[in-house]
């Protein structure tokens, strides 16, 4: 299950939490509207990078100012960072959805998007690089510990 979820409290982990639900969703999506929009595959690439990216700079930037005035994060301000990584994917996914078609090129190149993500999640479970963004980041503290972790006892919420 690893490659699916969060196996720590890293920013890296928790960008699964967005990304396949997002493909399952973009596969049922596929389903009922293939023939009715234009750049299905692309749209969808590309909503998912945005979310990733939307999700990790508006978190950074959010804590880069909340931080030092309050000394750690909040709930509400981690979801709103959370809402708007989501609303920047499903804008750019909407405009490209409705947009002109731009050719044949867009399911290759959205699928490639898609599958080249879900690879990095998979092989950055097992074999992060160590940089900040894959530490983790529990109770708002970088811990020196990356990836599968060797013991979840500090984290249990119930015992």
Known sequence: MAPFGSVNEST????KLFYWPGVAMAAVQHAYLRHRVNN????????????????SLSFYTYLGIVIPIEGK????GTFATAV??????QCLSYRLLVGR?????????????IVALGAAFVVFTFAPPRIF????????????????????????VFR
């Open 12 to 15: 890296w982990e928790h960008l």
């Open 40 to 55: 299905f595959w692309l749209a969808k690439g590309v909503s998912l990078l945005a979310i990733a990216l939307g999700v």
């Open 73 to 76: 994060g909040s709930f509400l």
């Open 84 to 89: 708007f990584g989501v609303g920047l994917g």
């Open 101 to 113: 078609p731009r050719g044949a090129w867009t399911r290759t190149a959205g699928i490639a998007l």
């Open 133 to 156: 963004l894959f530490e983790n980041f529990a109770f708002y503290r970088y811990s020196g510990e990356y990836g599968i972790l060797a013991d979840y006892t500090p984290y249990l």
